[in-house]
């Protein structure tokens, strides 16, 4: 805890308050949890019973397709049905190759076959196994128990043949026409019922339910002149083909189902095509639950639309959600354009996140020296150094703000990017500065941290949409996650949310029940915004924010944190995650979030490979040596520089604490907040990273105001008592 005075005895007024802190908390949690136990539960998914095919679709990989390489003159076909279809960004993301960050052609294929990311043997992207049997007739897939014992070694378990048992068991179906539409199309055995190496092979596609075909030839030409202009016609000229066959009343999908790793750019994963034309999608944009983002679905997603749009029931294992249309698109040109600045935004965050973290963390370093001096012994800077410090407390929440302007699309993205952040950090300083509460210790501080908390709960509430692409937030490429809070936002929310509850404590200290009041009320609704599976989604933010909150609210009210009291809270957090998690797993199977997918993972045996490779995750963490310096030196600033006596004999902190007892409470709730999310997300040490890279500016902040207040006096003095005593002055 950092130092500082001991909070005042609770005098009468402040008793009830103290008593009733925790209680009334845990009332309210209670409240929160029984209303949650009393919604209706959807009824849960009915993958086990049995089911008639009644759909017909037609799935056609283009392997390493961008939105980049359309043209209405060059791909005529793939044009078309943009103008006639929904479409969207594909993230491709499967069991990347040793030593290579992308998707193989294999691995985009297998990951079909299993509705989950799956892997190819190899330490790179080896040629496709090629289908052996009978030249229009059933075919086996050489080597099929090595890829079967690849999925088994591998971090996900994918089954392969998911998708064609789940079809074949419905009565449907499948051809397959290519080998890597064949890896698709195989079951569980690696047998392929109907295989053609070429769509004239298989003149009649009526018979068949689903017909999964490859339009190669992009893979290995990842160039961006001739010869890629030249592979993308070429496998415009298969689409049409697959196209001329297909049976009336059909549906087709499109997916650009891997990267293209060829000797220019073998290094490099894109987003890519995903078209979806006929049954229910008409000329708009794609989604599906698994992003909840517009014109954005993943590679894991096309199993689960196949056997959606067949009326096949979704087989327990594949892990995608259909697509689905989500509103009127322009025209294909426009659309298009857009589609390729989203791929080329996860292009420009790929090559600036690393020098822009290198960047902050140097500039936090370099100002957390000269504050150091500048507290110590300089006291006419006191001034500038509070507003230095107001800015970089906003710097965070700037980071997702500067997601409202196209950065990446600017000539020089890193420069573009650090001046975006830069100005929104200074509007949210200026916004700080702008009225009387700037006169108080705690005012700008407070104002900084009620728009860091105020923004990331609207946005996780509106879908997130500030936290793709941002620099701490997440890629569309990597997959990881598509919604509600990564960790690096969830430190800037918690943190936030913490110190703006305890300048309302402070706000409202005349009148403490009022203030545990307003205190729990909005914490509770922050701890929602956070865990609720519609918003924030976060399973291991909820309890931690339940403890920093509850620390925060009971020593605002002057109550003491007990080990007793720590673990009640705890229990409670965990409780309420928990809570939220199987109501989400009682939706059906398509509609749950990774919350019930987890109670899933548990139900089958699996949580126990989860939680250690998301532990593994976290130990692997404090190897980033920027983040882990950075949290070291700014806990050694607040102890070693503002928890300490300056030349004018009185800690800045603690000068702090005298006018405002609330900081206390305010920034120990935000410390064990964090601390507790490094210990319980795979996100590890960038928590308290982040966490302290808004709370120790913002401290600093109060502690320049209550030195530039303070008599001549108070360091002979300095366990004077609090701001009614010695108001500050202007």
């Known amino acids: 805890m950092p130092p500082g005075s001991a909070p005042p005895p609770a005098g009468p007024a402040n008793r009830p308050a103290r008593r009733g802190a925790l209680a009334g908390f845990f009332a309210s949690l209670l409240m929160l949890l029984v209303a949650a136990l009393v919604l209706p539960a959807a009824p849960a998914s009915a993958s086990g ?42 993230s491709t993301r499967a069991v ?40 229009g007739g059933t075919a086996t897939i050489p080597d099929w128990s090595e890829l079967v014992a690849v999925q088994r070694a591998g971090p996900f378990k994918a ?30 055995s690696g047998r392929v019922a109907t295989y053609a190496a070429t769509p004239a092979a298989l003149p009649d596609f009526t018979p068949y339910a689903l017909v999964v075909a490859e339009a190669a030839g992009i893979t290995g030409a990842e160039t961006d002149g001739q010869a890629r202009r030249e592979a993308v016609s070429a496998a415009d000229r298969t689409v049409a083909e697959v196209l001329a066959k297909m049976p009336a009343g059909s549906a087709v999908l499109v997916a650009g189902l891997s990267d293209s790793p060829g000797r220019a750019e073998g290094s ?31 590679i894991t997603d096309v199993t689960s639309t196949v056997t959606h749009l067949l009326g096949v029931p979704t087989p327990e294992g594949a892990v995608g959600r259909p697509w689905s249309g989500d509103g009127a698109a322009p025209p294909v040109a426009e659309a298009a354009r857009e589609l390729a600045d989203a791929d080329l935004a996860s292009q420009m965050l790929r090559e600036v996140r690393e020098p822009f973290f290198i960047t902050l963390v140097a500039a936090q370093l370099l100002f957390y020296a ?32 500067a997601q409202l302007v196209p950065w990446w699309a600017f000539a020089h993205p890193m420069p573009a990017l ?19 509460w700037r006169r108080h210790v705690l005012g700008p501080p407070a104002v900084v941290a009620g728009v860091s908390s105020l923004a990331l709960l609207a946005d996780v509430v509106t879908g997130s949409r500030l936290q793709v692409n941002a620099v701490a937030g997440y890629e569309p490429v990597t997959g990881g996650r598509f919604y509600g809070f990564g960790n690096m936002a969830f430190a800037v929310y918690s943190t936030g949310t913490i110190l703006l509850l305890a300048a309302v404590a402070h706000a409202l200290r005349g009148r403490p029940r009022l203030a545990v009041a307003v205190c729990t009320a909005y914490g509770l609704l922050a701890i929602a915004g956070d865990g609720w599976p519609t918003w924030g989604a976060d399973f291991g933010g909820v309890p931690s924010f339940v403890l920093g909150v509850a620390v925060c609210v009971l020593m ?76 070291l030196v700014a806990l050694a600033f607040l102890f070693l520089v503002l928890a300490r006596p300056s030349r004018w004999g009185a ?67 300095s366990s004077a008592p609090a701001e009614a005593k010695a108001p500050p002055r202007p």
Request: charged share 10%; aromatic share 4%; hydrophobic share 55%.
């Open 370 to 401: 000269l504050a150091a001096v500048v507290v110590r012994r300089h006291r006419r800077m006191l001034t500038t150094t509070r507003v230095v410090a107001t800015v970089s407390g906003a710097l965070p929440v700037s980071i997702f703000l």
């Open 268 to 298: 490099t994963a894109h987003l890519h095509v995903a078209i979806a034309a006929g049954g229910p999608y008409g000329h708009g944009w794609l989604t599906a639950a698994s992003t909840r983002q517009r014109a954005l679905v993943t």
């Open 556 to 631: 605002a009210a002057g109550g003491r944190v007990s080990v007793l009291r720590l673990g009640l809270i705890a229990v409670a957090g965990v409780v309420l995650i928990a809570v939220i998690a199987v109501l989400d797993w009682l939706r059906p199977a398509d509609r749950r979030t990774h919350l019930g997918a987890f109670v899933q993972q548990l139900v089958s045996g699996e949580g126990g490979s989860v939680v250690g490779r998301k532990l593994g995750a976290m130990l692997h963490t404090l190897g980033n040596l920027p983040l882990t310096l950075l949290s």
């Open 49 to 90: 019973r049995a089911a008639a095919v009644t759909g017909r679709v037609v799935l056609i990989g283009v392997p390493g397709l961008r939105w980049d390489d359309l043209d209405p003159r060059r791909t005529p076909a793939l044009w078309d049905l943009a103008g006639r279809g929904s479409s969207g960004s594909l």
């Open 96 to 135: 990347p190759p040793e030593g290579l960050p992308v998707t193989c052609p294999a691995a985009g294929w297998l990951t079909v076959s299993a509705g989950q990311r799956a892997g190819a043997p190899g330490p790179g992207c080896a040629p496709l196994p090629e289908p052996v049997g009978a030249v």
């Open 159 to 188: 089954r392969l043949g998911l998708l064609a048992d789940a079809v074949t068991a419905a009565g449907g179906r499948i051809a397959a026409i290519g080998p890597g539409a064949a890896l698709a199309a195989a079951d569980s």
């Open 651 to 717: 800690a800045a902190l603690s000068l702090a604490y005298e006018r405002v007892p609330e900081l206390r409470a305010g920034l120990i709730g935000a410390l064990t907040a964090a601390f507790a999310g490094f210990l319980i997300n795979d996100s590890g040490i960038a928590i308290p990273a982040m966490a302290l890279t808004v709370a120790v500016p913002l401290a600093l902040a109060a502690s320049v105001r209550a030195l530039q207040t303070a008599p001549p006096t108070t360091a002979a003095r």
């Open 418 to 436: 650090l001046g975006t952040i830069l100005a929104f950090a200074a509007l949210v300083a200026g916004l700080a500065y702008a009225g009387p």
